[in-house]
């Protein structure tokens, strides 16, 4: 009765040892990341080989989803919102299934960016689909990503395996993002005069009078709202000024969007009681 146990252990002990051992995959991983402008493109994928068979209309049939490689489905991710050969695309991660054909190819982002090859593609998750024309190329063994064209804006895209180069391409709009993130960092702020006035209010000592008033004024200057007009109202309270601090605690009121009704309902509270 021993005997079999013992084998049976052993067996296990190999099947285990097996199991971590690591080997090469025969399609082996690659990632390709490439920044555009202000956006990353990052492309995920299995590099199979042509390995002496044939590919377009065998291997991949025609007019069938694929996977666009092996293993687990191609996936694209886009670190901001972009648009790839006219059609728009937020930010995110799709799935990049192909549908090869002859004459032109489909090239579709799915919106379920992790799955088992396509065996579970929902067309209606597709959020962009292109028309592409495939193009004759130099022999490539393994299947490959490139980007060989570029500009701040744009990425061609290259997808290359055996003769065949399939192309698209990616629009960041980097340029335009650029010069509005560039005229809103110059524009005015009421947010940082506000913070310095509200920072040394709550601070005695930490700046004067006068220089507390001349912040709020500047914010107050660009932008009147309940935050910046509340404080205007304790600062004239507690330089005695009853009256105007009044007035401004009403303003402060009025500004409130509705949103801010808590907010405003905490200013009546506070000032209920000033002359």
């Known amino acids: 009765m021993r005997k079999p146990i013992m084998i049976a252990l052993a067996l296990l002990v190999a099947v285990s040892a097996m199991a971590q051992v690591r080997t090469p995959r025969p399609s ?12 990353d493109v990052t492309i995920k994928y299995s590099r199979p080989g042509v390995k002496g068979r044939t590919i377009w209309g065998g291997l991949v049939p025609y007019d069938t989803v694929w ?18 050969d006219g059609q728009k695309l937020t930010k995110g991660t799709y799935a990049l299934f192909t549908i090869p054909g002859r004459d032109t190819w489909k090239v579709i982002f799915n919106k379920q960016g992790e799955q088992w090859g396509a065996f579970s593609y929902d067309k209606t998750q597709d959020a962009a ?3 592409v024309k495939p193009e004759t190329a130099d022999f490539r063994e393994w299947m490959e990503f490139g980007v060989p064209e570029m500009t ?37 702020s009421w947010q940082l005069p506000y913070s310095a006035a509200s920072f040394a209010f709550e601070n005695k000592g930490s700046a004067t009078d006068q220089e507390i ?24 309270k507690r330089l005695g000024r009853d009256a105007e601090a009044k007035a401004a605690a009403q303003q402060a009121i009025a500004a409130a969007r509705p949103d801010q009704k808590d907010f405003a309902n905490e200013v009546t509270r506070l000032s209920a009681d000033w002359k």
């Open 28 to 39: 082996p991983n690659a990632t390709l990341t490439q920044s555009v402008g202000l956006t």
């Open 152 to 188: 701040t804006d744009t990425a061609k895209i290259v997808l290359r395996w055996e003769k065949i180069a399939v192309p698209f391409t990616v629009d960041t709009g980097s340029t335009a993002k650029a010069m509005t993130n560039l005229k809103n960092a110059m524009k005015p």
């Open 129 to 131: 689909t292109l028309t």
């Open 67 to 84: 996977r666009t490689g092996a293993n687990e489905a191609t996936t694209i991710t886009f670190s901001d919102d972009v648009s790839v």
């Open 213 to 236: 008033s001349d912040w709020l004024d500047q914010s107050l200057r660009v932008n009147q709202n309940i935050a910046n007009l509340w404080l205007k109202a304790r600062f004239l």
